[in-house]
């Protein structure tokens, strides 16, 4: 009894001794770096696992994939919420998708959308909503509820091979995508929204033409300015409403063939997919690009670097590869190794001027650890957490320094604050004798730290990225 009272007593004089005071010390700054996958729900390629599942089986997998985004130092998810004019969230426009329950329009017993921004800001993760725009079915047999597409609005799908497609031509086409994102961007607490490369049907090329053409009776011009037109909509459209939400694009990793010299493609995606990609981005509709680079960094005529160096070149936003992680040890791709997708997120980092980041697809690969490559990652690359980069053309204010407080119990120090009004989330770094550490990203108001740090530094990070000068603080020692 006297020695367990000697031991509180020993510890309330450690906590006093090594209290924290008011620091003029300057930490290095807080690594910056997108760094995301996506998480596919279409055929069940990532989550959930299959359809029918339990509503807390869905949880449980979900909750997997994003303990290891955390566990990768991850900063972002890509979520799939339209697959194909269906909803992963509670909506009342469309309905319930099947990849879910198995029967389009049937509810799975929660919210998956709302439950995964939940769990993922809880876990200093960002949610990109990813929505297919124009795609009705990817496969004509689907059985599709009373209010799909497909029963609703016949006259505005397009029958194109397996594929049922919502004519981009069509203004009921491009409003109805656009007031599903809109639905999301207002009644959801996203980070961003994100579309992909589907705008029109990757078609079979023969001779340098598609066949068969896709069956509208447009010109690839005219296919273009529709795209455009709903492509800038959008962008305007989520600013008015809520200017923070990233807008990002993912399109076909080759503009055109040709672009730069010496890369060889047989798709256009400029003719074939009405992608106008390099527009978009010198436009400045969008706040990150995501072209799919899922190619090896050599041979020169799909090179990852070379093609990297060229879309960099291409305009002054941020544009984040899509890197084909799931092509390691792949029938697609024998012989790729998970050292050349190290490789690539290494050049990530070295080519060009703007904001860096990368796209892994997918997370499955991810949560495989096909060839190594999460092993890999977290010894090599992914070391310490690291911010999203900021969008200094949408604002350059600062948010509030918070203030902070530290208290040792036991081998824990206790770091809290007070909620920043202007902040989303923050950012701790710690030094541990000469080294400082970036320890965290979150959401909270507080953290627990490993020992005791000699020093403390806490951000405030509002949601456009920008961060706060650290407000520190440093042990002091009571004479």
């Not at 023969?206 to 959008?234: H, I, L, W």
């Not at 050349?340 to 796209?359: A, C, D, F, L, P």
């Not at 992914?382 to 081998?411: D, R």
Request: with cysteine; hydrophobic share 35%.
């Amino acid at each position: 009894m006297i020695r367990a009272l000697l031991i509180l007593a020993l510890t309330a004089v450690s906590a006093l001794a090594q209290g924290y005071t008011r620091s003029n010390e300057q930490p290095p700054l807080f690594p910056r770096e997108f760094r995301a996958a996506w998480v596919a729900c279409v055929y069940n390629i990532d989550w959930p696992s299959r359809p029918g599942l339990s509503a807390s089986a869905q949880q449980a997998e979900l909750l997997r994939i994003l303990n290891e985004a955390q566990a990768l130092n991850l900063n972002a998810i890509i979520f799939q919420v339209r697959p194909n004019a269906d909803a992963l969230y509670k909506s009342s426009i469309e309905p319930w998708s099947h990849w879910l329950s198995g029967t389009m329009g049937r509810s799975p017993g929660y919210d998956p959308l709302a439950y995964c921004i939940q769990q993922a800001h809880a876990r200093g993760i960002e949610v990109h909503a990813w929505f297919n725009p124009f795609r009705a079915l990817p496969n004509k047999d689907i059985p599709t509820a009373r209010n799909h597409v497909m029963r609703t609005n016949k006259g505005d799908i397009r029958p194109y091979k397996q594929y049922r497609w919502l004519d981009p031509a069509s203004s009921f086409t491009r409003n109805r995508a656009l007031s599903v994102i809109l639905d999301v961007v207002k009644r959801y607490d996203i980070d961003g929204i994100h579309i992909d490369d589907y705008f029109y049907p990757y078609p079979t090329v023969v001779n340098g033409r598609p066949n068969p053409e896709f069956p509208d009776g447009k010109t690839p011009a005219q296919r273009r300015a529709y795209v455009d037109s709903f492509v800038q909509s959008m962008y305007s459209s989520v600013k008015q409403t809520k200017p923070w939400v990233r807008v990002g694009i993912s399109p076909f990793g080759i503009w055109r063939p040709g672009h730069p010299a010496g890369i060889e493609a047989g798709i256009d995606a400029y003719e074939h997919l009405a992608g106008d990609s390099r527009k978009w981005l010198q436009k400045g509709w969008c706040d990150y690009l995501s072209p799919q680079l899922y190619w090896r960094i050599s041979p020169r005529k799909q090179s990852y670097t070379a093609l990297l160096a060229w879309w960099r070149s291409q305009g002054s936003r941020p544009v984040w590869p899509g890197i084909a992680t799931a092509r390691i040890n792949s029938s697609e791709d024998p012989g790729r190794k998970a050292a050349e997708i190290v490789n690539q997120v290494n050049y990530s980092r070295t080519i060009g001027k703007n904001w860096v980041g990368h796209v892994h697809w997918s997370m499955k690969s991810l949560m495989q650890n096909r060839g190594g490559i999460s092993k890999d990652l977290k010894k090599s690359a992914y070391l310490a957490p690291a911010l999203v980069p900021p969008m200094p053309w949408l604002s350059k204010s600062t948010p509030s320094l918070p203030s902070i407080s530290a208290t040792l119990q036991g081998n824990t120090t206790l770091v809290r604050w007070q909620p920043v009004r202007d902040a989303s989330k923050y950012a701790v770094q710690a030094r541990y004798g000469k080294d400082w550490h970036s320890i965290s990203v979150t959401y909270a108001s507080g953290i627990n730290l490993k020992g005791s740090p000699d020093a403390i530094a806490v951000s405030s990070v509002d949601r456009f990225g920008n961060t706060s000068q650290p407000f520190v603080i440093s042990k002091s020692r009571r004479r």
